[in-house]
């Protein structure tokens, strides 16, 4: 049993925090965890499956006396959050998020926080399309990357302390800086996902396809797209009109790339459709060989899986 922090209080208890729980009772790496949702529906199946070992109607009740304190809010909601638990912090305490925008979440938290509490934003790169206290699993952090963005004047030891609790959580830990991070997650995340959303709008849309043609054809390809699409609204809301400059930028670059395909199908270009797959597939190997995913057939799905 590793303990590193004495009491940890999560502020959110969706896939993110609930997969937390899990892992750092596996670990043995917090003597208590507190939790705490918005809806009531949430608190009780978080006791339920005993989830945390209390749960509390407030933020500021469930922070109290805890030595980590994780935001797994929606971006949109992490400054009325840290305002709300500021005057209850523990002093000395360490906050982290889990929020996919950095620059946005700093400043929206840090002016809240009081002297003396290390405010270290993270991201864990890591996630399913479900939600909810049920959702989350022990291993979801294994071998995937949790990126940190600590501030300048941040404490070199908070720091380390809180990249060792990551990493027993099984997790590879990086750092950047805040604004790098929101332009790097706007390439792998973010416009992906805004794609996605925007590929199953376009099937919905399409009056010469039906539903049930949508549903019973689907290829692997459409199949995939509604897998990200299935994500969470007010999550990814809060993600777009949080990090608009780096997605708008990268979402600029993929409308050039995507003229240009249309331009060599129109002409019949194959040479340069090839090329370009060509070294697009190679990305794909590189993903894999780095071990941020699997070779597997049908991606790793089980049989049955959708």
């Not at 376009?202 to 009056?207: F, M, P, R, S």
């Not at 129109?266 to 340069?272: F, K, L, Q, S």
Request: aromatic share 6%; proline share 5%; with cysteine.
């Amino acid at each position: 049993m590793t303990v590193t922090y004495d009491k940890v209080a999560l502020i959110g208890l969706g896939l993110i925090a609930s997969s937390m729980a899990h892992a750092i009772r596996a670990g043995g790496l917090a003597r208590v965890i507190a939790g705490h949702a918005k809806t009531a529906e949430t608190r009780r199946v978080a006791l339920e499956i005993g989830l945390c070992d209390t749960v509390h109607e407030t933020a500021a009740e469930a922070v109290k006396d805890a030595d980590l304190v994780v935001l797994a809010v929606p971006v949109g909601a992490m400054g009325a959050v840290a305002a709300e638990i500021a005057p209850h912090l523990k002093p000395g305490a360490t906050v982290t998020d889990v929020g996919s925008v950095k620059q946005a979440v700093i400043d929206a938290v840090a002016p809240h926080l009081p002297p003396g509490i290390h405010f270290i934003p993270g991201h864990p790169v890591a996630g399913t399309e479900y939600s909810g206290p049920r959702s989350g699993f022990a291993t979801l952090f294994q071998n995937r990357w949790w990126l940190l963005t600590p501030l300048a004047q941040a404490d070199i030891g908070a720091v380390a302390k809180l990249r060792a609790f990551l990493q027993e959580m099984g997790a590879n830990v990086d750092e950047m800086d805040a604004g790098h991070h929101d332009l790097v997650l706007a390439v792998t995340s973010h416009t992906p996902h805004l794609i996605a959303y925007t590929m199953v709008g376009v099937a919905d849309d399409l009056g010469r396809v039906t539903d049930t043609e949508v549903i019973k054809y689907s290829a692997a390809g459409f199949r995939d797209f509604t897998r990200i699409a299935a994500s969470d609204p007010t999550m990814w809301r809060d993600v777009f009109l949080n990090n608009k400059d780096a997605t708008l930028e990268i979402l600029g670059r993929f409308t050039e790339e995507l003229f240009a395909l249309q331009r060599a199908i129109r002409i019949g270009d194959g040479e340069h459709l090839f090329a370009y797959f060509t070294r697009t597939r190679a990305i794909r190997r590189s993903i894999i060989e780095a071990g941020q995913d699997t070779s597997a057939p049908n991606f790793g799905r089980s049989k049955g899986t959708p």
